[in-house]
């Protein structure tokens, strides 16, 4: 990493923030053959084609669309060999792109005091504006003992911490359900976090199938904590989603689309299909997440 992240996003001009994408491929590597490894998930996501996998392929598809984009990768942890995508490519190459890009950074639990001192580095040095944890992925409860070193660096900086929630995509359909054990993204762990760190402002990522009402009871009862609303067409969001999400929790409800495997495009379409209301729309399609990133 070699630039300081500095937002220059027009928020007025915006259409929408688009909270929750994935960035797969490293510039330094081959996208093709990345995308041929995300085929199993594509199906399961029933996506025709994926779009190119690199941070520029990603900024200039949402570029098009004058929609600013959260972006990260998911660090595989220090016992996986040294993945091609860092997270300080994706600060180096959000910079290059900050007139519509946002970066995350993505710190693995088990890298223990040294994983708090990257992400203080990822803060400090690049200007990271959140951090992205998948549990499933991670193999790791959230409230684990063993995250609160990282996430006391993150409470000190009131930097968010997106957490996937519930059901799995990765790993969907495949032998052993490719190691994810569904136990880990139930969202009651995270109320502990939330007490632990009333600072750390937390990001319940997707509608959190089989556990949605766990999900609204926190997202109500701590103020910390948010939802985002990606990896799901709204067409599938059951109604008491759609219900908090235009009363009680309606200025912490968040558009996200999980691209590549879905696209603002198809989201955003599907979201004048369900009963949102029109004065909601606003706040979720933009203005909360722009509140919550401090942009
Ligand atoms: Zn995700």
């Not at 009363?247 to 979201?271: N, Q, Y």
Request: cysteine-free.
């Amino acid at each position: 990493m070699t630039t300081l992240y500095q937002p220059a996003i027009d928020l007025d001009a915006l259409h929408a923030l688009d909270m929750h994408t994935h960035v797969h491929a490293s510039v330094t590597e081959d996208a093709a053959a990345v995308n041929a490894s995300l085929a199993a998930m594509a199906k399961f996501f029933k996506s025709d084609e994926l779009p190119p996998g690199t941070l520029p392929d990603l900024a200039a598809y949402y570029r098009l669309r004058n929609v600013a984009a959260v972006t990260f990768t998911v660090d595989p942890g220090p016992a996986a060999a040294e993945p091609a995508l860092t997270s300080d490519e994706i600060v180096d190459l959000a910079a290059k792109n900050n007139d519509i890009v946002i970066p995350f950074g993505s710190v693995h639990p088990d890298r223990g005091e040294e994983g708090a001192r990257l992400a203080e580095r990822l803060i400090v040095e690049g200007g990271v504006r959140g951090f992205k944890f998948h549990p499933n992925a991670m193999s790791f409860f959230p409230n684990d003992r063993k995250a609160y070193d990282l996430y006391e660096v993150l409470n000190a900086h009131r930097i968010p911490a997106l957490f996937h929630t519930g059901q799995s995509g990765a790993g969907a359909g495949t032998r052993g359900g490719g190691g994810m054990r569904l136990k880990y993204s139930n969202p009651l762990h995270l109320d502990d976090v939330a007490v632990d760190f009333p600072d750390m402002p937390i990001v319940l990522a997707h509608p959190s199938f089989p556990w949605q009402e766990e999900a609204l009871a926190i997202a109500v009862h701590k103020p910390q904590v948010h939802i985002d609303l990606s990896g799901w067409s709204p067409k599938y969001f059951p109604p008491i989603l759609v219900q908090y999400a235009n009363t009680l929790l309606r200025d912490k409800v968040l558009f996200g689309s999980d691209f590549p495997l879905i696209t603002p495009d198809r989201w955003l379409a599907d979201l004048e299909k369900i009963g949102i209301r029109d004065e909601v729309k606003p706040g979720l399609m933009k203005g909360n997440a722009i509140r919550l990133l401090g942009l």
